[in-house]
């Protein structure tokens, strides 16, 4: 995965997501599900933050996003 340097510096500025509640059920389905944030510390999710879109995050819709960096949590037992 790349670090947030990288990701600055390679990736188009703007945001990927119109509000708040658009980000909040998109990371809920993919950020909260993967291994990369575990610790809250995903770089891709920072470059989010700072309104540049990175380009792990492949649009396949309007404001609907797949990430290149998704690894699934294992379950819990």
Excluded at 7 to 32: H, Q, V
Excluded at 33 to 53: K, R, S, T, W, Y
Aim: one cysteine or more; a negative charge; proline letters at 5%.
């Amino acid at each position: 995965m790349r670090n947030l340097e990288e990701i600055l510096d390679n990736s188009p500025k703007g945001a990927a997501f119109s509000n708040g509640t658009s980000w909040e059920i998109w990371s809920s389905r993919w950020c909260e599900q993967c291994v990369n944030d575990i610790n809250e510390d995903c770089p891709i999710i920072m470059a989010g933050f700072l309104h540049v879109m990175p380009r792990e995050w492949v649009e396949v819709g309007m404001q609907k996003y797949e990430c290149t960096e998704f690894e699934p949590r294992e379950e819990e037992q």
